[in-house]
């Protein structure tokens, strides 16, 4: 792992390259057992339609979206199992980019295949914003959207590859951000393509 490559987007916090392959690998397939046991789903936006990224998650809460809107919860909402619990190689890097003593209670699992993309958003689910966010990619590259904590007005775009990490906290903890699109076969580290994001996020 290696931090002091960042530079800043908007005050988002982009280290290229923090995971090498091996570590790369070793976290997918410690995310193989986390969707073992939690299989992907594609949640429900409030309007009725479906979202096109695939998500899970790991730790004690999971993100989840239906016609009810947006929320944690504490079990999968087809298995009604509790998450598993967050990788190993994934609370590592929160250990390392973080700056705070808490440990993320969700990592959420975004899974890009073919043209899912993520809307314009902000991170507003949980309960403490003075907590970062981490972000990290593996697989194919995608291109990362960031605007500001108000609506509308200018955005940048950064393009995220396999083992970049992003870091959203302090002044840009609430900035909107989202995937324009994911440039398919850009990586071989996911067998069948794809992108697969990981945040982790503090929720109480
Ligand atoms: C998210 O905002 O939940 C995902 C961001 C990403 O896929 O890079
Ligand atoms: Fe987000």
């Given amino acids: 792992m290696a931090k002091e490559t960042g530079f800043s987007v908007r005050g988002v916090q982009v280290f290229p390259g923090f995971l090498d392959v091996p570590e790369q690998v070793a976290l997918l397939a410690e995310l193989r057992r986390v969707v073992a046991a939690a299989p992907l789903f594609s949640p429900q936006t409030r309007m009725g339609g479906k979202m096109s990224v695939r998500m899970t998650s790991a730790g004690e809460y999971g993100w989840y979206s239906d016609r009810r809107g947006y929320r944690y919860v504490t079990e999968h909402p087809l298995t009604g199992a509790p998450w598993p619990p967050i990788p190993p190689a994934a609370l590592a890097v929160w250990r390392a980019v973080a700056g705070v003593a808490r440990l993320p209670e969700c990592c959420l699992v975004n899974f890009y295949q073919g043209a899912a993309r993520m809307g314009l958003h902000q991170d507003r689910d949980e309960a403490d914003f003075t907590m970062p966010v ?48 994911v440039a398919e076969g850009s990586s071989t580290l996911l067998p069948r393509g794809g992108r697969i994001n990981l945040t982790m996020r ?3």
Avoid at 141 to 168: M, N, P, Y
């Fill in 202 to 204: 503090v929720v109480t």
């Fill in 134 to 181: 981490v972000s990290i990619s593996l697989g194919d590259e995608a291109r990362f959207r960031i605007g500001s904590v108000e609506r509308g007005g200018k955005t940048e775009s950064v393009w995220l590859r396999s083992g970049d990490v992003a870091v959203l906290a302090g002044p840009a903890r609430l900035v909107h951000h989202g995937v324009d699109k």
